[in-house]
């Protein structure tokens, strides 16, 4: 568990100079001196030597990733891979393998990393695989920055603002106008597009909040007061910047904000001179404070009026600046839109979101969808659950893998991480890039992410809650996303060495149309030298993401690299969602990639014709240069949204039919809950001169286009035409309608509920799969003959997630239905259920008081189970004891490790289903636990009084919404009741006369009833884990106490096949080797002889030493060196030799893997290289016997580009293929 090392590292700083030997170590930065190490690069957590992830995983299983060749994705013959899969599992020591069809990959866990060996060595004779590769950790990369303020957290405090210039106000003056052929001071071109001569002249709106909330005012005579409420016209100024630092403010009344030496503040000055210059001082807190030039400060103490008179500065000196909008700009509600200095700031080094959204925010757009691979996404936030990915063919909440993929009730995404449908984000950092990325706009809710409308949302959870994961859990997730038809994917992780696996997965991602941008790292680095992975794989459809500040400077802790890394976006200090409804500021690259997945999703949807690697090169080609970034990013910009839609311009926009169909019909026939299936009618349109084909799609209430249905129907001149729904699909929660329009190869029309195109509302039919377990009447005597009074009591079904209301009718001696009586709601009742392949471990029993009782003692490895139950009720621990931290029962929102005999707890349930989690890692093991489980609610009573017999008994009959079962209804008799006042069945009081149990086993048919009635939705309580401390990774290695001991005297350029293929770098640590061996040149020969002799096709000539280390303090402290002796670090690269491939690169990386993780496989390299020490003559003094090994992950380098991607052509050259040319353009001049 190596807490005592975790522990120490948070109690000291000097541990962020710490190496652990054969580890590839991140540091995790918190802002301050603090610093807490994680190793993400290690598969094998239980390697001597080597520490797991902070926060041990729950799942510590052993993977290795098989690469199979000739799969291609898209093409693949899935009976083939399940073959392969059936293969796998044969082996000995195999737990699971699971097939990505996707990639054409497998993932393959083993009981022990030994079995992984064996298996690697086996399957490099099988002519089917193409490479198998061990899997490694990574980790997400950002820093809680805390706050609201949208500065860089290592920013000096009190920094006075930079000036900025304004732009060409002229179309003469700006090179994309004069190329169109456009005049004047404003020009509007087709669909909207304003170009940037078309802009504001630089000088945005903003308005002056004071503390109190007020808002300050300029009336037309110069009079300066404060105004409550939301700004208008006198309360918003131009904001103008000055070669000399200073800032002005003009009224709209054309005056500047003045203050004289007795403090009186007006706005009456026409021009501006040294008095209308104010110095604004950021105080670090997202407000400002304004000194005049007498310097005094501006405050607002005084209700009624503006002054400045203050020589120090308190909170009433304090004003937020708030943009406006100005013409060429659109500016939504969301009320904390003033905090997003990233799509606007008055700064001017934003990503000019506004004027992007003046002419497209993606609410009328097909739509496109997002997959965020992170650590899941609060899918029912308030400004993202409108937004999510919906799953067709998945119903929620049934229990079931609806589609066959493996994963039950994906309805959102998935988890790999814990291996199941839920991507709940147990963290905050996918929620946070998902709100950035697509927030919804202008709903006066939160926050509005880059694109505001028509973004799915695919949450895929392959990180845990320490922010930590597997390599091949992101593969896994890449798969997941490219079966599902995600266009982009968002990765705000990496670390650790390369994966020839991930690297391939990305390769053939792109193959089917994925764009796949990556955060390029926080170690504050140079790509270059020290690459980043997956941001450093030099693949066509990667964007690599540097980091800015609100004042355009590259963010302090931002990696970058002049040919490694494309683009900047803004990553310091940036406000987004997080879960529970929250919103909060981080700063990482991690903060920067998904304003990039945002824009890459804006453009898309504005030009859906457009290929992949036209977007990509869109949103290179449109950066914004700026001074701070030149050198450090292929580029040298920032993404600019409104250039980015300028370039996309260039491309037709779509041209849909002009005549509609007619109208559209469907009724649903699917009886499973959320599910839908049947006929769908269109009438075509009366004119079909212009249409090639009719399409369906799904609309939300409030008009939003979302899913398509099925597929085409081909215009055919058919006055009538049908689609059917053979498979049935699953709507998104805000579906409403379905919507029919008509399209052509131009374009299509937009669905939406008040346009051209016809629609129908959508209506479930579902039937109940259960019923009541059982029914009694419990009768009162009556006086009046033929009437009858008492209760009917229900117990409720086993699962009312079927069911809505129980319905409750007279029921005639011929079978016939009567009367209704009256109706039951229900409440989503739940009896406790259990799931996950611990459950026939665990002993579950009913007691006589009706209470549950589970128990599980003693407990094994790696055991998951889940019961789930509704509340209220509670549950009373009896005992308990397990492995501190690591075994834990989670009941809700709590979680239960340790011994807790001492006091065991009992906790409430609220209303609404709960779950409660169990699992065991495979180390320490505790005696178990038991809880008994109590439920209230489970039987609801019916009164009914003095009524007149209308039958022989009753029938109890579930309901859904509208819709009950024809059969199969509970039937209880009243015993010679009816028209007998004293009949012996009302003798002696209340009794129960009649109890019936139902078969619920068969459904036959089902009936509409006329009304519904009120009912209870079931609700879902997930299961929080508890959140470990966030940090921000911080470096691949600390060196600078690191002593060179010998380095080659003169760095090699690689060979010309090098620069083709590129290499592979990584180092090892010697333990019982003194440093004077490394200056002997037949000791470094020994080196490469061992080297050459354990890496795959290897040659001594392939193999080239960099350098040597000595051990410092810090790397000793942490290992077990002899003490006689010591230890060193060797460095090295494996240059291929002539005529190698890619793939022998691939092996050579896989094997450096094995060697950084796996026991045996460094004990091997370590006998070898003892026997090839002695054989060179290597005095015993200087060697200990046995050597200790360990490797640090590899690093495989391929060759990037100099120069950025190639601009966008002139609209004139894209009116063949509209293929992006590689001639530069004019347009970004």
Known sequence: KHRKAQACCVQMATCASTQVPGAMVLWLLVVGTLAIRVDSSLADAGVAGQLPPLGKQEHSDHRVIVRYSEMPPGDLDTTEIDKQIQKLKAHPNVVRAQSLPSLGMAVVSLDSAEAGEELMETLQHDSSVELVVPDTWVSAFDLFAGGDSPLDVTAEPNRRLRSQHALPVQCSAHAACRMRGLIGDCCPAKDGMMLSCCSSPGNDLVALQT???????????????????????????????????????????????????????????????????????????????????????????????????????????????????????????????????????????????????????????????????????????????????VNPMEIPGNGVDDDGNGYIDDVHGADFANEDGDPMDDQMHGTHCAGTIAGIGNNAVGVSGVAWRGVRLMALKFLTSTGSGRTSDAIRAIDYAVAHGARIASNSWGGGGSSSALRTAIERAEGAGMLFTAAAGNEASNNDEVPSFPANYDISNVISVASTTYLGEMSSFSCYGNSTVHVAAPGSGIYSTVPNNGYETLSGTSMATPHVSGLAALVWMYRPQLSMHQVRDIIIGSVRTLPALDGKVITGGLINAKDAL????????????????????????????????????????????????????????????????????????????????????????????????????????????????????????????????????????????????????????????????????????????????????????????????????????????????????????????????????????????????????????????????????????????TAIKWSSDDSIHGAGWSFRLRQEGSTVELQIETSEVLGSGFEVVPAYEKNELMSGMIVVEISGGAGKSQSEAYRGGKRRLATSEPSWGRRIGGANIPASNDKVHPTSVHAKQQKEPWLLQSGLETRSSARVIWSAEQVQQLSPFAARHGRVRSSFMVTGLAEEACTKPAIRAAFVQALAKQLPGVEESDVRLVRALGASIEEARHATPQDQVGWVRVEFEIEPSEGAHIIDLDRIESQLILLSIGRRPAEKFGSALSLVLKASGLPHHLMASPLDVVFTAPQQLSPRMLAAAPLLASAAEHSGDRRLHGAASPLFV
Request: with cysteine; glycine share 10%.
């Open 211 to 389: 503390y109190g909330g007020t808002y300050v005012s300029a009336s037309p005579d110069g009079a300066i007061s404060q105004i409550a409420g939301a700004p208008q016209d006198s309360e918003i100024f131009e904001i103008a910047f000055h070669e000399d630092s200073g800032v002005s403010f003009r009224s709209l009344y054309g005056k500047y904000l003045t203050a004289d030496a007795q403090g009186v503040v007006r706005a009456d000055r026409a021009v501006v001179t040294h008095h209308e210059k104010f110095e604004m001082v950021e105080d670090g807190n997202g407000t400002v404070y304004l000194k005049s030039s007498f310097g005094k400060y501006l405050g607002a103490e005084d209700l009624e009026r503006i002054t400045a008179d203050r020589t120090n500065a308190s909170l009433w000196e304090r004003f937020r600046v708030q943009p406006q909008a100005v013409p060429g700009q659109r500016l939504p509600d969301d009320p904390a839109f003033s905090k997003l200095w990233g799509m606007h700031s008055y700064h001017g080094f934003d990503i000019d979101a506004p004027e992007a959204w003046q002419v497209w925010t993606g609410e009328i757009g097909k739509g496109i969808t997002v997959a965020v691979i992170d650590t899941g996404i609060d899918y029912n936030h308030e400004d993202l659950s409108e937004q999510m990915w």
């Open 646 to 913: 300028e370039a996309a311009w260039a491309f037709d926009p779509p041209n849909p039919p002009a005549h509609a169909p007619q109208a559209i019909e469907f009724e649903d026939i699917d009886p499973r809950i959320g599910a839908y299936g049947g006929v769908v009618t269109i009438t075509a349109a009366a004119d079909e001169s212009d249409i090639d084909y009719y399409r369906v799609y799904m609309v939300s209430g409030a008009g939003f286009q979302l899913e398509a249905v099925g597929e085409p129907i081909p215009a055919t001149g058919e006055p009538e035409l049908t689609m059917e729904l053979n498979a049935s699909f699953v709507p998104p929660m805000y579906a409403r309608a379905l919507v029919a329009v008509s399209g052509r190869a131009s374009g299509e029309m937009p669905a939406r509920l008040r346009g051209l195109a016809p629609h129908v509302d959508i209506e479930d039919y579902g039937l109940p799969i259960l019923g009541p377990k059982s029914v009694s009447w419990i009768g009162d005597p009556d006086t009046k003959k033929d009437f009858v009074n008492g209760s009917l009591l229900v117990e409720r079904a086993t699962d009312e997630a079927s069911i809505t209301t129980y319905n409750v009718y007279w029921h005639a001696e011929s079978g016939a239905r009567g009367p209704m009586l009256g109706s039951i709601a229900a409440v989503g009742f739940l009896e406790p259920v259990c799931s996950g392949t611990s459950c026939g471990l665990i002993n579950m029993n009913r007691a006589d008081d009706g209470a549950y009782v589970f128990e599980r003692r003693p407990y094994g490895g790696l055991e998951d189970a889940e019961i789930r139950a509704s509340g209220p009720g509670s549950v009373e621990l009896t005992y308990f004891d397990t492995e501190d931290y690591y075994d834990k029962l989670t009941i809700g929102d709590e979680e239960l490790h340790g011994n807790l005999t001492c006091c065991l707890p009992t906790m409430e349930l609220s209303d609404g289903r």
